[in-house]
Structures are given as C-alpha cells and as structure tokens.
C-alpha cells in the first residue's frame, strides 16, 4: 500500500470538506440577508427526500399550497439544514486530517467519531422531511403536507455506522492479540 499517496488523497478530501463546510455557510448567509432584506429574485427550495416511505396532504375548501408558502417553509429550513451538512463536512474533514497525519483509525477515539457522524447523519436525515412537513403544515392554514422519507444520506449513515462498528471489532482484536502475546 502506497502510504504517500494515502496521505495525499485523506489530505486533499480535508481541504475539500473543510472549504465546502465554510462554502456552504457563507452562501446561505448572504442568501437568508438577501431574503431577509426583501430581495425577492433569492429564494429557497426543499426537494424533499428522494425516497418517500409516506405522503399525505389534505386541501381545505380546495385552495392548494402556493409557491410562496412552500419557498417560505424551505427558507425556515434551509438554516438547519445547512448546519447539520456544515457540521458532517466539517467533522469528515476532521477525520480526513487525522489519518493524513498518520492517525490509524483502530482506535477507541476515532471509531467514536466516525459512529457519531454517522448517527448524525441518520437522525438528520430521518427528522429534517418530518421537520419541514410540520412547518410547511404550520404555514398553510387550510390543511397539511406530510412526507417521510430517506435520501441517500441515511444509507451513507448506515455504511459508516457499520465500518465504525468495524473499526470497534479490529480494535478488541487487536487487544485481544497484544493480550496473548
């Protein structure tokens, strides 16, 4: 194994997650001032999860939720949105650096890392959908929108769930094996 380039590449994916955690904050700062500044050519959108597990909306007296009320709901997500992704890419980039410097991931410390970041992606995924219907439904005064579902970042969360548990196994063998020596 080419531990040279090893470095190089876990060093260039810090930098990279480290300027999109910043890129990404910066930007919908100046957007949500543009907003709130009543620029109205800037607006925010919520695609919704790319896998929908459920769906429901109810229309009273037939009047449907109008553009605005669904720019509004994203504007009053986007926020949190954007901290939690800031937050993984920022936390990923962290990880990143620390096997650039040589760090071997077979330990208690970076096996807690990893298992944390996973666990933020999987409840992030799994509330911002719940979390967007209650403000889209609090917005709209004539009936709700309900979504739940997944995007790829809860499968994402579930691969570095089971490779911190991975690194867990490795760790307790390791131990195991210095015991028995």
Not at 63 to 69: F, G, Q, S, V
Not at 70 to 81: G, N, V
Not at 97 to 113: C, H, M, Q, V, W
Request: hydrophobic share 50%; net charge negative.
């Amino acid at each position: 194994m080419n531990i040279k380039r090893f470095r190089r590449v876990c060093n260039v994916s810090s930098i990279i997650l480290k300027i999109l955690a910043v890129l990404a904050i910066v930007i919908t700062s100046l957007s949500m001032y543009q907003v709130l500044s009543g620029n109205l050519n800037v607006w925010f959108n919520y695609e919704g999860p790319s896998f929908s597990m459920f769906s429901s909306g109810h229309t009273m007296g037939g009047i449907l939720i109008t553009d605005a009320e669904y720019r509004l709901a994203a504007t009053i997500i986007s926020p949190f949105i954007v901290l939690v992704s800031s937050y993984v890419f920022w936390k990923g980039s962290q990880l990143f650096k620390r096997l650039a410097d040589g760090e071997t991931p077979f330990n208690f410390e970076f096996a807690k890392s990893l298992k944390h970041l996973s666990l933020v992606l999987i409840l992030s995924d799994i509330i911002t959908p719940i979390l967007y219907s209650i403000i889209l439904s609090t917005i709209y005064d004539n009936g709700h929108e309900v979504i739940v579902g997944l995007t790829s970042s809860f499968v994402i969360g579930i691969i570095l769930y089971a490779i911190s548990e991975i690194f867990y196994y490795g760790i307790e063998l390791q131990q195991l094996a210095d015991e028995t020596v």
